[in-house]
């Protein structure tokens, strides 16, 4: 296996991949110029992870110029529990941190255990003390 940047060539095969791990997550923002955006905001910091030519996991990493972000961890079905989601994760911490970021967060939606299970085991808190709130710019 190796793990490598995420590229904008990538994103057809990443796509397909995310319709069956993290479908529910996707939205607008997924969207192949939103990514390239995305990717270029947060140069060389997201990560796939490849096995004999094939994307079998994905982590996109970014920063705001204050904290970490990871979204859309996911490993191919077929794939799972053999540490590729550890890997992706500590390489895109790692990517956060060279950025002089000393803290990662992630959103992880309150009824996927495995994602809970996963953070927890890697070393991610659990926090109680705050919601997320979201606003749509639109609306103004
Ligand atoms: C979460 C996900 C990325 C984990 O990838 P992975 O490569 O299987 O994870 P790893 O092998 O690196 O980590 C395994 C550890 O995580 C935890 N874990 C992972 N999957 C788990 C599951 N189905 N049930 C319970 N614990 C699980 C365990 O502690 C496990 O250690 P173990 O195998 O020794 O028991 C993968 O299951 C996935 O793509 N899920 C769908 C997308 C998703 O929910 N992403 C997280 C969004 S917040």
Redesign the pocket.
Known sequence: MIIREMKIEDYEEVYKMWQI??KR?LSKADEKPQMERYLKHNCGMSQVAVIDGKIV?TVLAGHDGRRGFIHH???APE?????????LAETAIKKIGEQGIDKTH????QN????Q??????GFKKRDDVFVYSFDNDKL
């Open positions: 791990t993290t997550a996991g961890m996911a490993v794939y799972r529990r053999r540490r590729i989601g550890h890997a992630i959103f992880c939606y996927n255990e495995t994602g299970s996963f953070w927890r085991d890697f």
